[in-house]
């Protein structure tokens, strides 16, 4: 079992950046790789960012390349989403997952609870 907990969310204004952390707690961080999605209110949840156990390959949904980035400290069994220029419709609850390196939810066996990132126009 891997327990995750995503935090750093919160109200911010178009523009700002936030960081968002997810800490890992369990079974061995480094052997997975860690997915950041995101659910905005009445849609499905969607993909943001992949990040390889190593950290050497990252993979972003086209909507929020150049803007958001993704990195992991595995001494912390922490991972990151750095997300800058943020924008109105990137309001939703950011959940971060782990499993293998793939877009696809259904390559992710372990989820955290989420953390509500709301920004204003």
């Known amino acids: 079992q891997v327990q995750l907990v995503e935090s750093g969310g919160g109200l911010v204004q178009a523009g700002d950046s936030l960081r968002l952390s997810c800490a890992a707690s369990?079974?061995?961080?480094?052997?997975?790789?860690m997915g950041w999605f995101r659910q905005a209110p009445g849609k499905e949840r969607e993909f943001v960012a992949v990040?390889?156990?190593?950290?050497?390959?990252?993979y972003y949904a086209d909507s929020v390349k150049g803007r958001f980035t993704i990195s992991r400290d595995n001494a912390k069994n922490t991972v990151y989403l750095q997300m800058n220029s943020l924008k109105p419709e990137d309001t939703a609850v950011y959940y971060c997952a782990a499993g293998g390196y793939a877009p696809e939810q259904n390559n992710y066996d372990y989820w955290g609870q989420g953390t509500q990132v709301t920004v204003s126009s």
């Open positions: 369990g079974r061995t961080f480094s052997n997975y790789a």
């Open positions: 990040i390889s156990w190593s950290g050497g390959s990252t």
